[in-house]
């Protein structure tokens, strides 16, 4: 989930709460969207930390039929999707295969650690959770999938764009407009998924004939 959401309140927040958005961040991913058409026929969508809800509220409002499913340590009332009130940590990826139905189209994440006064710390434990949606993704997202991941900028943060590229074949770093103005966050959007992910469905149980 993006934790700034909770910060004070702004024209962002005041526009989301009018449109019924549960935060103002979905108009970071209304941007991203806006720029690179990630939710175009996705069948698939896997929201990593989708609490408050609002991205999921985003994706499920352009594309009403797919499957969404959405995960975080934060419990939610109402989800437009499938809700596991769990860590990703605790998931084994293939339930959310399973879940979905097959690999997905888009992994997205706007997670965020809760922040301490120490910036250094606050964008290490960022990376970190950056880090964990994409290997989540590797493992969950089909071949040319999308992912979308924040991330806190500072030393660590160019690496591991950098290593991104191993895995999709465009990365693009964006600051939507909608990202308050002293905050040092960003988005990665990966698209291109070089390899693809195997999953087997599982069996259906077979009821002996009636007599």
Same mark, same amino acid.
């Given at each position: 989930?993006?934790?700034?959401? @909770?910060?004070?309140?702004?024209?962002? +927040? =005041?526009?989301?709460?009018?449109? &019924?958005? !549960?935060?103002? /961040?979905?108009?970071?991913?209304?941007?991203?969207?806006? @720029?690179?058409?990630?939710?175009?026929? +996705? =069948?698939?969508?896997?929201?990593? &930390?989708? !609490?408050?809800? /609002?991205?999921?509220?985003?994706?499920?409002?352009?594309?009403?039929?797919?499957?969404?499913?959405?995960?975080?340590?934060?419990?939610?009332?109402?989800?437009?999707?499938?809700?596991?009130?769990?860590?990703?940590?605790?998931?084994?990826?293939?339930?959310?295969?399973?879940?979905?139905?097959?690999?997905?189209?888009?992994?997205?994440?706007?997670?965020?650690?809760?922040?301490?006064?120490?910036?250094?710390?606050?964008?290490?434990?960022?990376?970190?959770?950056?880090?964990?949606?994409?290997?989540?993704?590797?493992?969950?997202?089909?071949?040319?999938?999308?992912?979308?991941?924040?991330?806190?900028?500072?030393?660590?943060?160019?690496?591991?764009?950098?290593?991104?590229?191993?895995?999709?074949?465009?990365?693009?770093?964006?600051?939507?407009?909608?990202?308050?103005?002293?905050?040092?966050?960003?988005?990665?959007?990966?698209?291109?998924?070089?390899?693809?992910?195997?999953?087997?469905?599982?069996?259906?149980?077979?009821?002996?004939?009636?007599?």
């Amino acid at each position: 989930m993006g934790r700034d959401d @909770r910060k004070r309140p702004d024209s962002w +927040t =005041k526009k989301a709460k009018e449109a &019924g958005y !549960a935060a103002r /961040s979905v108009y970071k991913l209304e941007e991203i969207e806006r @720029r690179f058409q990630v939710l175009r026929k +996705t =069948k698939r969508i896997l929201d990593l &930390g989708c !609490a408050p809800g /609002s991205w999921s509220q985003f994706a499920r409002k352009k594309r009403p039929y797919a499957k969404l499913v959405g995960v975080d340590i934060q419990n939610l009332d109402q989800y437009p999707g499938t809700f596991l009130h769990q860590s990703i940590l605790d998931t084994n990826p293939e339930d959310f295969l399973d879940m979905l139905g097959g690999p997905a189209d888009l992994v997205m994440s706007d997670m965020a650690p809760n922040t301490s006064g120490d910036r250094f710390t606050n964008h290490v434990r960022q990376v970190q959770l950056a880090e964990m949606a994409l290997q989540t993704a590797l493992v969950t997202l089909k071949q040319n999938g999308i992912f979308i991941a924040k991330v806190f900028d500072g030393e660590d943060a160019h690496p591991f764009v950098l290593s991104l590229s191993k895995h999709f074949t465009r990365v693009r770093r964006v600051k939507p407009v909608a990202v308050r103005n002293e905050s040092v966050e960003f988005f990665v959007v990966c698209m291109g998924k070089k390899k693809a992910v195997h999953w087997n469905p599982p069996k259906k149980l077979e009821l002996p004939p009636s007599e």
